[in-house]
C-alpha cells in the first residue's frame, strides 16, 4: 500500500461516525421499484425523509470486496485497474464519501455500467467512471482514463456537458489528482 492509500484508509475509518446525505437511489441493493421504501429504510436503520432523501453514517456502507472476487472482475475486464481504487474496495467496499459533492465509490461491475454512457457504444471502456461527482455540476462524474490495458491512477472528473467533443476522453476531462486517495484525502481534508 502507498502511504496516501494508508493515510486514506486512516482517514475514513476516523469519520465512520459522519453523516451522508443522499438520494435513496445510491443505495446499493434499494429497488427502483420499491413500493415502500420507508419500510426498507427503517429496516435497515437509516434515516429516510419520506420523499428522496436518506441519511446514514459513512461505515453503513463499508462492506469490502474480497481481493479474489476483484481479481475475477479486473481479469473478466481484460484491463488492469489503479491499485487504489482495488485497494479501497477491498478495504471498504462501495464507501460513501461525505461532502457537497455525493462521491459514492462504485462497486466495479456498476462502474462499468456507469462508465458505458460515457464511451460510445461498441468501443473498448476509454474512461472508468467511480463515482458520481457534483463538485461543479450535476451530472458530472469522476474516474479514471484508459492507456492501453491499464487505467491510469489520475483521477479525472468527466464534464457531461463536454462529452460530445469527442472521443479522446482529455476533450471532456480535467485532472483533479495523481491518484485517487491523494485526491480523497484533499477532499476529506477540505
Known amino acids: 500500500m502507498s502511504r496516501a492509500?494508508?493515510?486514506?484508509?486512516?482517514?475514513?475509518?476516523s469519520i465512520g461516525e459522519e453523516y451522508c446525505e443522499n438520494q435513496i437511489y445510491v443505495w446499493p441493493g434499494f429497488d427502483r421499484e420499491d413500493p415502500n421504501p420507508k419500510k426498507y429504510f427503517k429496516k435497515?436503520?437509516?434515516?429516510?425523509?419520506?420523499?428522496?432523501?436518506?441519511?446514514?453514517?459513512?461505515?453503513k456502507t463499508f462492506s469490502p470486496v474480497s481481493a479474489e472476487q476483484l481479481d475475477q472482475q479486473e481479469h473478466a475486464l481484460g484491463v488492469t485497474l489503479p491499485n487504489d481504487?482495488?485497494?479501497?474496495l477491498q478495504h471498504f467496499g462501495p464507501v460513501h464519501i461525505p461532502g457537497n459533492a455525493y462521491i459514492v465509490i462504485e462497486p466495479l461491475q456498476k462502474a462499468i455500467q456507469k462508465s458505458r454512457g460515457w464511451c460510445r457504444e461498441g468501443t473498448p471502456l476509454s474512461v472508468l467512471a467511480i463515482s458520481s461527482y457534483y463538485?461543479?455540476?450535476?451530472?458530472?462524474?469522476?474516474?479514471?482514463?484508459?492507456s492501453g490495458e491499464v487505467f491510469g491512477p489520475?483521477?479525472?472528473?468527466?464534464?457531461?456537458?463536454?462529452v460530445h467533443e469527442g472521443?479522446?476522453?482529455?476533450?471532456?476531462?480535467?485532472?483533479?489528482?495523481?491518484?485517487?486517495?491523494?485526491?480523497l484525502l484533499e477532499y476529506l481534508n477540505a
Not at 44 to 59: A, C, H, N, Q, S
Not at 171 to 180: A, E, F, N, P
Open 5 to 13: 492509500f494508508d493515510s486514506l484508509a486512516e482517514k475514513i475509518r
Open 44 to 59: 435497515l436503520g437509516i434515516k429516510f425523509d419520506g420523499d428522496l432523501f436518506i441519511r446514514y453514517p459513512v461505515k
Open 135 to 146: 463538485q461543479t455540476c450535476d451530472g458530472n462524474s469522476i474516474g479514471f482514463i484508459r
Open 154 to 162: 489520475e483521477i479525472f472528473e468527466f464534464g457531461h456537458e463536454l
Open 85 to 88: 481504487y482495488k485497494q479501497l
Open 167 to 183: 472521443d479522446d476522453p482529455r476533450l471532456w476531462t480535467r485532472k483533479l489528482g495523481d491518484s485517487l486517495a491523494e485526491f
